[in-house]
């Protein structure tokens, strides 16, 4: 079967950094992104990593580790408005998107 | 700036009722997709089409849920008759065609409470 790992819940503390991991099983593998979703909100996308390595956009970086099958997200100088739900999704064999049960991230003052 | 749009945004049934939800997608976005969200888990994909056409329902329960984009633009996912466990965030997004690194632009959502 396919499946996403994730951890349920994640608490950190404002202006610190906090990193949200992802392990995957997938029947082939397109790519990795990553969703933000507040409470009540719908998902809004954050990135995608189609190969190994490290991308960075702003405060959030993105990880990919194909050959472990691994990924993180990582957060820097949380603010407030980070407190969310950060899903990690993967691109199937059939191009579709199978999703985590995502990661709640609880940032305290 | 251009939104998925959604409505009801909250719908309350009874069992047995049918009930139904519409999606506007972006405009020039070919490929929608239907979503039922649980809460505390992630998006679960029901129907995704491309213009007018279903590429996967291989997830929709077909006895009861059915999804239509007529035109290849609106589309509308009908649930008859609603049994309680369809209670969900129902989500639809929408994006460009192409390949797999097009993000998907979600809509506000349809809460759906079935008594």
């Known amino acids: 079967g396919q499946s996403l790992e994730q951890p349920s819940e994640v608490t950190a503390v404002e202006g610190a950094i906090v990193q949200i991991n992802c392990t995957y099983q997938t029947s082939g593998f397109y790519g990795l992104s990553w969703y933000q979703q507040h409470d009540g909100g719908a998902p809004t996308f954050l990135s995608y990593n189609a190969l190994d390595g490290l991308e960075e956009t702003g405060r959030f970086s993105s990880f990919l580790s194909r050959s472990d099958s691994y990924g993180y997200l990582l957060l820097q100088e949380l603010q407030m408005k980070d407190s969310a739900s950060y899903f990690c999704a993967v691109r199937d064999s059939n191009y579709q998107l199978i999703w985590g049960a995502g990661t709640k991230l609880i940032i305290k003052p | ?115």
Request: glycine share 8%; with cysteine.
């Open chain 2, 1 to 115: 700036e251009a939104e998925v749009a959604q409505s009801p945004r909250y719908k309350i049934t009874e069992k047995s009722q049918a009930v139904a939800f519409w999606c506007d997608p972006i405009s020039g976005h070919a490929t929608l997709y239907w979503y039922r969200q649980i809460l505390g888990q992630g998006p679960e994909l029901l129907v995704q089409f491309q213009d007018e056409s279903v590429v996967d329902d291989s997830q929709l329960p077909k006895d009861r849920f059915s999804a239509e984009r007529l035109k290849g633009v609106d589309s509308t996912l009908k649930i008859q008759p609603a049994e309680l466990g369809d209670s969900a965030m129902y989500l639809c997004a929408s994006s460009l065609p192409g390949g797999p690194d097009n993000e998907q632009f979600f809509g506000p959502g349809t809460r759906l409470t079935v008594l």
